[in-house]
């Protein structure tokens, strides 16, 4: 079995939804979490498509 690779629409949406959750007053960390990615990977994506 490979390794599951997330499309660039689908890094955009849980991008989005854990800013989302941010603004509605969760902590970050908690939000990453509730999103089902790693601290790591968030980071990392969020440098790459943050500026979609």
């Known amino acids: 079995m490979g390794i599951k690779r997330h499309k660039p629409e689908e890094i955009i949406t849980k991008l989005r939804q ?10 970050r960390v908690d939000a990453i979490c509730q999103v089902r990615i790693t601290e790591q990977a ?9 500026s979609m």
């Open 18 to 27: 854990v800013e989302v959750l941010c603004g509605q007053g969760m902590p």
């Open 42 to 50: 968030f980071y990392h994506r969020r440098l790459q498509y943050g």
